[in-house]
């Protein structure tokens, strides 16, 4: 069964510091894994997401994500927060197989202080 | 304009009762998923359907039923048989394999 693992469950974060969200997956085949994001009061919206080549993906908002298949990683990273990026973070991941099953983490609440 | 629409966004029901959340994408996307959101809990699976009439159990489907008959629509049964019915339900769809999920705006369910 597959399965994620957000090991951050709350992080506080000056502004201009650099952010690294931790997310473990298991699955033993192919995979397309995806980090969202929760701003308060809205729904979720897609950050960025891989499913093949390049392991270091871009997304929306200077956000990065780099997919380590060796360590069954796909860590979010941003160079430097804003307070605009207070909201929960989740990772998940979609199977390769017949069923598109997708799975999400517990997600991370960032809370960037001014 | 196309998207998920989940109604209505707050439900009350009284414990014992069976309530039906509706969902209805004009995506014309095949998959279509329903989820639990619990505050620490993260997003939980109920049921997932890749196709018309058919669907497959998520990791917390007890207590919980649901239809695809229209691709367009996969309504969410909470039946007096879930113990802690009280939470936010999410409905999300994907058109294929690589692609992400959409998801609508949410229900919250509560049960007095």
């Known amino acids: 069964a597959q399965s994620v693992s957000q090991h951050n469950h709350h992080v506080i974060l000056s502004e201009a510091a650099s952010l690294e969200l931790g997310c473990n997956y298991s699955?033993?085949?192919?995979?397309?894994l995806f980090w969202y994001v929760q701003y308060p009061g809205q729904h979720l919206q897609l950050l960025l997401k891989?499913?093949?080549?390049?392991?270091l993906v871009k997304g929306i908002k200077g956000f990065e994500a780099e997919f380590i298949k060796s360590k069954f990683s796909f860590n979010l990273r941003k160079p430097s927060v804003q307070w605009s990026d207070t909201a929960e973070y989740f990772c998940?991941?979609?199977?390769?197989?017949?069923?598109?099953?997708?799975?999400f983490g517990t997600g991370t609440k960032l809370q960037v202080i001014p | 304009d196309g998207g998920i629409t989940q109604s209505p966004k707050y439900l009350f029901r009284k414990e014992g009762q069976n309530v039906t959340l509706s969902c209805e994408q004009n995506?014309?996307?095949?998959?279509m998923y329903w989820y639990r959101q619990d505050p620490g809990q993260g997003l939980r699976l109920i049921y997932y359907?890749?196709?018309?009439?058919?669907?497959q159990k998520g990791d917390i489907a007890e207590g919980y039923s649901v239809s695809r008959e229209k691709k367009e629509s996969f309504p969410l049964t909470v039946t007096s048989a879930q113990k802690n019915p009280t939470a936010f339900y999410l409905c999300?769809?994907?058109?294929?394999?690589?692609?992400?999920?959409?998801f609508g705006q949410g229900t919250r369910l509560t049960v007095v």
């Open positions: 891989y499913f093949s080549g390049d392991p």
């Open positions: 359907s890749q196709i018309v009439n058919d669907f």
């Open positions: 998940a991941v979609k199977s390769g197989g017949g069923y598109q099953k997708v799975t």
């Open positions: 699955y033993g085949g192919t995979v397309n």
């Open positions: 995506l014309n996307h095949d998959a």
């Open positions: 999300a769809s994907s058109p294929d394999r690589v692609t992400e999920a959409f």
